[in-house]
């Protein structure tokens, strides 16, 4: 899979996407991620890639020409599946779209920043756009990063378990039991004797149990909507 991030702060996203799991996939060739600098694509002589909103109001809006020229050389190279754009104001991402995204060839994530991005871009070049949750980031850098990690973790290879990701919370909508590692006893807090039985269908009951409980109490509405 390729992953084209668009970004006018490249550091924001290189660092989160250079380390641990994502950086060896990135090695082993599981992934090829590449960031790119809007500013690189500036059109003016002040090399600016905003400018003030039409009508007035605060705050500066994105400009469609770096966009478009970034957009355009990467579409004249290769066929995208989908032209992802950041924002608080739409979809949700959740881990169904996750998995979904994970099984495209190519992807293209243009990250928002400033108080948005010209209509124009939305309207004709984007094809999807995702908010990580509601609350308000001070741009959409992150919100890439997250997504592009949320991504590449499902990745055949990736993992080294190959089943740790679909016993992740949320593959079927339940939150993960807790877990445990030595020592079995410390300073009394003690591991939940099931653990240490090695009665592998009690403790996969337990967990079972324990997941339940757990989103039950936590987070009642992933039990609601089966989607
Ligand atoms: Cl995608 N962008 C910003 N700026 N804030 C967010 C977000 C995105 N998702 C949640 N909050």
Do not use: C
């Not at 550091?11 to 090829?32: C, D, F, M, T, W």
């Not at 990736?158 to 039991?177: C, G, H, K, Y």
């Amino acid at each position: 899979m390729r992953i084209d991030i668009i970004t006018a702060i490249p550091k924001l996203l290189e660092s989160p996407l250079g380390h641990s799991i994502i950086q060896r996939a990135r090695e082993k060739r599981l992934v090829e991620i590449h960031i790119h600098n809007l500013r690189d694509y500036a059109t003016n002589r002040y090399k600016s890639i905003d400018d003030y909103p039409f009508g007035g109001g605060a705050g500066m809006v994105m400009s469609v020409e770096p966009i478009f020229k970034v957009i355009g050389k990467l579409t004249g190279e290769r066929k995208y599946d989908e032209i992802i754009y950041t924002t608080p104001d739409s979809e949700r991402f959740t881990q169904k779209i996750a998995n979904n995204l994970s099984l495209m060839m190519n992807i293209i994530i243009l990250t928002g920043h400033y108080k948005g991005v010209d209509q124009r871009v939305r309207d004709h070049l984007i094809t999807m756009e995702l908010s990580i949750g509601d609350y308000v980031l001070s741009g959409g850098e992150l919100a890439g990063a997250v997504i592009t990690d949320a991504i590449v973790r499902l990745l055949p290879g990736v993992l080294s378990d190959e089943t740790s990701a679909l016993t992740d919370s949320f593959q079927d909508n339940l939150l993960a039991p807790p877990v445990y590692t030595r020592p079995a006893n410390f300073k009394g807090w003690k591991v939940p004797e099931v653990l240490l039985s090695g009665h592998a269908e009690k403790i996969e009951k337990w967990r079972l149990e324990q997941s339940w409980d757990r989103t039950k109490k936590i987070r009642p509405d992933l039990l609601k909507d089966e989607e």
